[in-house]
């Protein structure tokens, strides 16, 4: 069973920081892209970052020079370091993992998500 376990939302003040972490257990085969996505209220789900094993990176424009996705393939981790938080990057940050089954079909699996809420 794969599990993906985020931590580190919360309420911050516009331009202030916050560190997400997601973790993933269980049994399966090495993930390729780990990736954390955002859902706003009223909003479509969207791509905010995302990470290969390599360690080649994607970012959404918005967040471009603000966010930095890492990931530590030891531990199966990734973060998201967000600095320059604005009002807009608030929402539901969910955790995704692209993992093959034994066919090389690769299968999303998402985390419950965290609440980032950017307000004064």
């Known amino acids: 069973q794969v599990q993906l376990v985020e931590s580190g939302g919360g309420l911050v003040q516009p331009g202030g920081s916050l560190r997400l972490s997601c973790a993933l257990s269980?049994?399966?085969?090495?993930?390729?892209?780990m990736g954390w996505y955002r859902q706003a209220p009223g909003k479509q789900r969207e791509l905010v970052a995302a990470?290969?094993?390599?360690?080649?990176?994607n970012y959404a424009d918005s967040v471009k020079g603000r966010f930095t996705i890492s990931r530590d393939n030891a531990k199966i981790t990734v973060y998201l370091q967000m600095n320059s938080l604005k009002p807009d990057d608030t929402g539901v940050y969910l955790c995704?993992?692209?993992?093959?089954?034994?066919?090389?079909?690769?299968?999303?699996?998402w985390g419950q998500g965290t609440q980032v809420t950017v307000s004064s």
């Open positions: 995704n993992a692209k993992i093959p089954d034994a066919s090389w079909n690769y299968h999303d699996y």
């Open positions: 990470i290969t094993t390599s360690g080649t990176t």
């Open positions: 269980g049994s399966f085969y090495s993930p390729n892209a």
